[in-house]
C-alpha cells in the first residue's frame, strides 16, 4: 500500500481484482437464475427485466420460484423485500463515507449496491483513506462488471439452461473470499464479538424462510458489539 | 404474464428503496451520535460474517459441513497472518476437498 493519495486509475485496478474472485460466485448464479426463469414459464424478456429491475439474486430466484408455483402476488412481492432488507443495513454503513459525493452518484451507487460491491467497498474505505473520486471508482470497478456479468449469465442461462457442473465447490470459494474480507474488518474486541454472535446465530437460524437467517444474524451481532462497546469500551 | 412485470415494478422500486435509504439522505450523516456511530460500526463485522456463516451452514450439495467449518478456519488464520487472499483460497479449497475425500 503506498502512502501517496489514491489515484481513481489505480482504485478502478484495485477494484477490479477485488471483484475477479467473486464473479466466479455470481456468473453460475447468474445461469442458475436464467436457467430457472425459464424452466417457470419466464420469457426472456421477462427474466431480463427481473436482473435489470431488482439486481438482487436471492429475490429474484425466490420470487421466480413462488410465481412459478402460482403464490399469491402479495406472497411474492413481501419474500422478495424481505430477502432485500439487509440493504438499508448496507446503506447505513456506507452512507458516512460518500456524504460529500453528489446525490446522482449516491443514487447510481444504490442502483448497484450488492453484497460483495458493500463488503469489499466498506472494508477498503475503513483502512484507507483514500480521495473521495478513488472511493467512488473503487465502488464502480467492483459493482459494474459484476451487473454487466449478472445481465450477461442471466440471459445466457434462460437460453441454454444450467451447465454448471455440481461437484466444483465454487460456492465455498465465494464464502472464503468473504471471510478473507471480513477478518480485516475484526479491528477490536467488540467487533470480535459483533461477528462472533453474527455468525453462529446466522447459521444457527439457517432455516428461517426468505434468507431471514442473514438479517437476524447481523442485528443479533450488531447488538452484541454496541453493548460490549458501550459496557468495556473498546 | 403481466404478474412478472407488476412483480418487477415493485420490488425494483422497494429494492431501490431499500439500498437508497441511508445513501440518498447522507449529506444528513453529519454529527450522528455516539450510540448511532458504536451502531454503524459493527455492522461490518456483523454482517459480513452472518453472510459467511449462512454460506457455510447452507449445504451447498458438493462439500460437508465440518470440512467446510474446518477449511474456512484455516482460511481465516492465513488470512490474518498473511493477509494473502490467493493463498486462502488455494488452501481453503484444498483443504475442504481433501477433508471431504476422507470423511
Known amino acids: 500500500m503506498s502512502e501517496s493519495p489514491t489515484t481513481v486509475r489505480s482504485a478502478v485496478r484495485d477494484g477490479i481484482v477485488a471483484m475477479a474472485p467473486l464473479a466466479l460466485g455470481v456468473a453460475p448464479f447468474g445461469l442458475v437464475v436464467g436457467a430457472t426463469a425459464s424452466e417457470e414459464g419466464l420469457s426472456a424478456l421477462q427474466a431480463a427485466g427481473l436482473s435489470l429491475g431488482v439486481f438482487a439474486g436471492a429475490s429474484q430466484l425466490a420470487a421466480i420460484d413462488l410465481l412459478g408455483s402460482g403464490a399469491p402476488l402479495l406472497v411474492v412481492i413481501a419474500t422478495a423485500l424481505v430477502i432485500n432488507l439487509r440493504m438499508v443495513m448496507y446503506s447505513a454503513s456506507l452512507a458516512p463515507h460518500v456524504r460529500e459525493l453528489p446525490r446522482r452518484r449516491r443514487l447510481a451507487m444504490s442502483y448497484l449496491l450488492v453484497d460483495q460491491a458493500y463488503a469489499l467497498s466498506i472494508v477498503r474505505w475503513e483502512q484507507r483513506d483514500d480521495p473521495l473520486s478513488a472511493r467512488f471508482a473503487f465502488y464502480l470497478a467492483v459493482a459494474v462488471p459484476l451487473w454487466t456479468i449478472w445481465q450477461t449469465t442471466t440471459l445466457v442461462g434462460v437460453a441454454v439452461g444450467n451447465q454448471v457442473p455440481e461437484d466444483i465447490p465454487l460456492s465455498f470459494t465465494v464464502s472464503l473470499v468473504f471471510l478473507a474480507v471480513l477478518v480485516p474488518s475484526l479491528t477490536d474486541r467488540p467487533r470480535v464479538v459483533a461477528a462472533l454472535v453474527a455468525g453462529g446465530v446466522a447459521m444457527a437460524a439457517q432455516g428461517l424462510p426468505a434468507d431471514l437467517a442473514l438479517i437476524v444474524g447481523a442485528l443479533c451481532g450488531i447488538g452484541a458489539g454496541a453493548w460490549c462497546e458501550a459496557r468495556f469500551g473498546r | ?103
Not at chain 2, 4 to 18: C, E, F
Not at chain 2, 19 to 36: D, N, P
Not at chain 2, 71 to 92: C, D, E, K, P, Q
Open chain 2, 1 to 103: 404474464m403481466s404478474r412478472v412485470w407488476l412483480v418487477v415494478a415493485v420490488v425494483g422500486l422497494g429494492t431501490l428503496a431499500a439500498r437508497g435509504s441511508f445513501l440518498l439522505v447522507a449529506e444528513r450523516s453529519q454529527g450522528v451520535s455516539r450510540r448511532v456511530e458504536r451502531v454503524l460500526r459493527m455492522i461490518p463485522p456483523a454482517a459480513l460474517a452472518a453472510i459467511v456463516g449462512l454460506q457455510l451452514a447452507d449445504p451447498d450439495g458438493s462439500t460437508g459441513l465440518v470440512a467446510r467449518l474446518v477449511a474456512a478456519g484455516v482460511a481465516t488464520v492465513i488470512t490474518w497472518r498473511w493477509a494473502n487472499l490467493a493463498l486462502a483460497l488455494v488452501v481453503g479449497v484444498g483443504v475442504v476437498i481433501a477433508l471431504d475425500a476422507v470423511i
